[in-house]
């Protein structure tokens, strides 16, 4: 009964630790164009138009200048957030039609911010227009896939996997078994 519960447990937190991107599958857009995700949780991106890719900015006033990932040519490609600060992400051909997102935005117009940035249009005056935080020696998120600049605190850990493969990533299953335990544990 209990290797059933844990089985059970860790699937259940498994599954909770992964939100999808669809990159392209509405044109010009990352659909959706904001995501709220926690420590440890998996942003997985289908890039659906060869034509698109993901790469992330440094911040909400830098768009369109690599600062981190960047999906390096495959089809579907995930990242595992660390914290849960701000991640800039943007499509490099794409970017100065606006064609952005933000994980973990720190106010609701910030996405809009972003896009009228890259696009070269004066900002909205919603948003928060918050550079990431910097100097915290914790990225965003961090891990293992092609960087598109060394050493630059990406806040994100890639996982590139293309048509035919599959990626990994150590966190969600390690949140999940570790979860499992603590359950197990209890019972």
């Not at 390096?72 to 701000?86: E, I």
């Not at 990225?139 to 293992?144: L, N, V």
Request: with cysteine.
């Amino acid at each position: 009964m209990r290797s059933q519960l844990f089985v059970a447990a860790s699937l259940s937190l498994l599954a909770v630790a992964q939100q999808t991107v669809q990159v392209g599958k509405d044109g010009f857009t990352f659909t959706p164009n904001t995501i709220t995700g926690k420590a440890g949780e998996t942003i997985t991106f289908n890039i659906v138009d060869p034509i698109h890719n993901v790469m992330q900015a440094a911040s909400i006033s830098t768009p369109c200048k690599p600062a981190g990932f960047t999906n390096g040519g495959a089809s579907t490609y995930s990242v595992t957030l660390n914290n849960t600060d701000p991640v800039y992400v943007y499509c490099g051909p794409h970017c100065t039609l606006g064609m952005v997102m933000i994980i973990n935005p720190k106010a609701a117009g910030d996405v809009d911010t972003f896009a009228a940035t890259a696009s070269g249009k004066p900002p909205a005056a919603s948003g928060s227009g918050t550079p990431a935080a910097s100097g915290s020696g914790t990225p965003a998120a961090s891990g293992s896939g092609t960087p598109a600049a060394s050493g630059s605190g990406s806040g994100a850990a890639p996982t590139t996997t293309d048509a035919g493969g599959s990626g990994s990533s150590i966190a969600p299953s390690l949140v999940g078994s570790i979860g499992g335990l603590v359950l197990a544990a209890l019972l």
